[in-house]
C-alpha cells in the first residue's frame, strides 16, 4: 500500500487523460522518477496506477496515468490525494529530515529540558520553513526552523529541542 502523500489531482488536462496534481513534494520532479502511485478518495483506496509520463507545467505536475484515456476519465480522479511508496523515496542527506517524520515529535525547551509541546505541522511555503508547535497549554506558536531556534533533532527519541525566546509563545 501507497503511504506517502505527495499530492493531490486538481483536475483534467486536454482531452487525452492527462491530469494536473498539486504536488507537495519539495522537489515536483520526483514524479519523473516514480513509476506507479496510488490514489484515494475521503481516505478510502481509489487504486494504483502506472505513470506513464510525466511532465511539470505552469508550476504543475501533468501526468498520463494507464487506464486514463479521456478527459472523462481524468474529470474522476479530481481531488483524489496522491500517494507513492516509501520506498520511492530520495535518500536524505545526514541532518535532513521528511516532514512527514517530523510531525508529531515532542519539542523540549533546550535551555530547561521542559517538554513545551508536540510539533503540529511544519508550514514549507515560505522562504524558509516554519515549525508549527501545539503547545502543552492548548495554544499554537511557530518558530522559523533555523539552527538559531531548532537546536537538535533526535530521530531515535522523537524530539526537537528548541532555543526559545522572549515573545516566540
Not at 496510488?38 to 506513464?52: H, T, V
Not at 496515468?65 to 490525494?81: S, T
Amino acid at each position: 500500500m501507497k503511504d506517502v502523500e505527495i499530492g493531490m489531482i486538481t483536475g483534467p488536462l486536454g482531452i487525452r487523460g492527462e491530469v494536473k496534481i498539486k504536488s507537495y513534494a519539495e522537489d515536483p520532479s520526483r514524479f519523473k522518477k516514480i513509476r506507479e502511485i496510488g490514489l484515494r478518495a475521503d481516505g478510502k483506496d481509489a487504486g494504483d496506477y502506472i505513470i506513464e509520463h510525466a511532465r511539470i507545467s505552469g508550476g504543475m505536475v501533468v501526468v498520463k496515468l494507464a487506464g486514463v484515456d479521456d478527459r472523462n476519465a481524468a474529470e474522476l480522479l479530481r481531488n483524489m490525494e496522491v500517494f507513492m511508496d516509501r520506498d520511492d523515496l530520495e535518500p536524505l542527506e545526514p541532518g535532513e529530515h521528511y516532514v512527514r517524520d517530523l510531525i508529531g515529535m515532542t519539542v523540549i525547551d533546550d535551555e530547561t529540558g521542559e517538554k513545551i509541546g508536540t510539533l503540529g505541522d511544519v508550514l514549507t511555503d515560505r522562504p524558509q520553513d516554519i515549525y508549527v508547535v501545539a503547545a502543552d497549554d492548548g495554544t499554537d506558536f511557530m518558530v522559523p526552523a533555523v539552527p538559531e531556534f531548532v537546536r537538535g533533532i533526535d530521530d531515535d527519541e522523537r524530539v526537537i529541542r528548541l532555543r526559545l525566546i522572549e515573545g516566540i509563545r
